[in-house]
């Protein structure tokens, strides 16, 4: 069974970095596709960024493009995502999922993470 622990979310003021940790436990991930969403109130979630466990490839929405950076950690089980230069509209709460390569949806998802941007 696949769980996805969030952590790392605050409240910050704009410009401001943040570092989200998403702890991943159950069977080998290097098959997986690892994303970061996003969802604000009152609006759909709003895909961020993925990263491939295996071949560390990655993709940004352009919301994020030159902020953020994916990045995965094989030894801790553990995807990252840094968000620098912070600003209010990425306020939401972030969710971590995960996908199976032999699959085309995200399977699993953690519980989220508040981020919270002020001006």
Not at 38 to 65: C, L, N
Not at 91 to 110: D, H, L, N, S
Request: overall charge positive; charged content about 15%; hydrophobic content about 35%.
């Amino acid at each position: 069974q696949v769980q996805l622990v969030e952590s790392g979310g605050g409240l910050v003021q704009a410009g401001a970095s943040l570092r989200l940790s998403c702890a991943a436990s159950g069977p080998t991930f290097s098959n997986y596709r690892m994303g970061w969403f996003r969802q604000a109130p009152g609006k759909e979630r709003q895909f961020v960024a993925h990263i491939w466990w295996s071949s560390g490839g990655t993709f940004y929405a352009d919301s994020v493009k030159g902020r953020f950076t994916i990045s995965r950690d094989n030894v801790k089980n553990t995807v990252y995502l840094q968000m620098n230069s912070l600003k209010p509209e990425d306020t939401a709460v972030y969710y971590c999922a995960a996908q199976r390569a032999t699959t085309t949806r995200y399977e699993y998802w953690g519980q989220g993470t508040q981020v919270t941007v002020s001006s």
